[in-house]
């Protein structure tokens, strides 16, 4: 998840048995720090920082638009 979301996580239900049960891996976003101490579960994610959001990818297929560019981008 993005650390956009992840500085949320506190306030979705259930947010507990989610960081106490199951992985997560956060993906640093521009301007939203991510305090990964909340469970020994959450790691930050080692990859290049990318301003690109899923929102603007589904816009892109939702307009018939290319995103081989961006699905490119993740090797």
């Given at each position: 998840?993005?650390?956009?979301?992840?500085?949320?996580?506190?306030?979705?239900?259930?947010?507990?048995?989610?960081?106490?049960?199951?992985?997560?891996?956060?993906?640093?976003?521009?301007?939203?720090?991510?305090?990964?101490?909340?469970?020994?579960?959450?790691?930050?994610?080692?990859a290049p920082l990318l301003d690109i959001s899923s929102s603007y990818?589904?816009?892109?297929?939702?307009?018939?638009?290319?995103?081989?560019?961006?699905?490119?981008?993740?090797?």
């Amino acid at each position: 998840m993005g650390s956009d979301s992840f500085q949320n996580i506190t306030k979705w239900k259930n947010y507990k048995q989610l960081i106490t049960h199951y992985d997560l891996i956060i993906y640093r976003r521009p301007g939203y720090e991510a305090d990964i101490s909340l469970s020994k579960r959450i790691e930050m994610a080692d990859a290049p920082l990318l301003d690109i959001s899923s929102s603007y990818i589904r816009n892109l297929i939702k307009e018939h638009k290319s995103i081989r560019f961006y699905y490119l981008m993740r090797f």
